[in-house]
């Protein structure tokens, strides 16, 4: 296999899907989108993470993962397992210093408990 053959991965954000990516124009590598998975009962974020991955075919290819809000901290996640060439963020955050103050409100006051579906 051509070790050069590029692959890029997407991730769309927390309720959207592959069609947020849909009018971009790539003309390099092999498109590829990642699906969310449903969580499993009390599964770590590490566990999911690799779940996650468990949708990157992995060969000799350079790998791009391309993140859009949490979908980036995903692939940055999964970036910690499998090697990848780069990292795309899209309106996402790099570390826990750039989580802007009402996601850090969120941790204290879990508000968004309420309109969960269960």
Known sequence: MNSDKLKI?????????????ENLKITTGEINYLNWLEPETEESLAQYVKRMSGQINIENEKLILVGHSFGGIIVQEISKLIPVEKILLISSIKSENEKPLSLKIFKFFPIYKFFNKN
């Open 9 to 21: 991965y997407f991730l769309a954000g927390l309720g959207f899907d592959q069609r947020l990516f």
